[in-house]
């Protein structure tokens, strides 16, 4: 059975070559409009079940694989900054405090439906003003939820992680991998080379 990784984005591309190089990376095109009331926590799990049935029904014979990942401060979502003043603000915001990033997964294969959340704390060290601003002057935080890239230039800003490294990166590698043997997806039984 074929894997699909309904995903656009090139981090959770490379990240899902650890698990199996056997899979073909699609965009999905859905309302990704979140219901009122729902819980910040239960936000990317429910984007992750979207994604994977809109690629579901152009894939119907595969192994489906949704995924979205969300960065929350207090009972909050932090998106991607749409400009410079919103990276700047939210970093400060995270300046000194821990978060929570959720990636919410969604499998969907032989017309079953399973899904499921990763949760990482991430502290950030207390920042300077001008740290922000240099930070904020480059181009790697505006295409990331809460504005930063813990895999590159963002790495600098965090003092500790509790959990999953690649969760926060976009994609828990190894509950996925576990998830997809015991969904019977056929991936190999080590990770990939």
Known sequence: MKIILASASPRRR???????EDFEAVSTDCDETL??????????????VLKAKAAAEKYP????????????????ILGKPRDRAQCIADIS???????????GCCIISGGRVSSFSEVTDVT???????????????DEPYDKAGGYGIQGLGSALISYIDGDFFNVVGL????????LKNAGAGVPDRPAD
């Open 14 to 20: 490379e990240l899902m070559r650890y698990i199996t």
């Open 35 to 48: 219901p009122d009331g729902i819980e910040p926590t239960a936000a990317s799990e429910y984007l992750a």
């Open 61 to 76: 014979d595969g192994t489906v694989i949704g995924c979205d990942t969300t960065v929350i401060l207090g009972s909050e």
């Open 93 to 103: 915001r995270l300046s000194g405090r821990t978060h929570q990033v959720i990636t």
């Open 124 to 138: 950030f060290r207390e920042l300077t003003t001008a740290e922000i601003e240099a930070y904020a002057a480059t």
């Open 172 to 179: 828990p590698v190894a509950r996925l991998f576990n998830e």
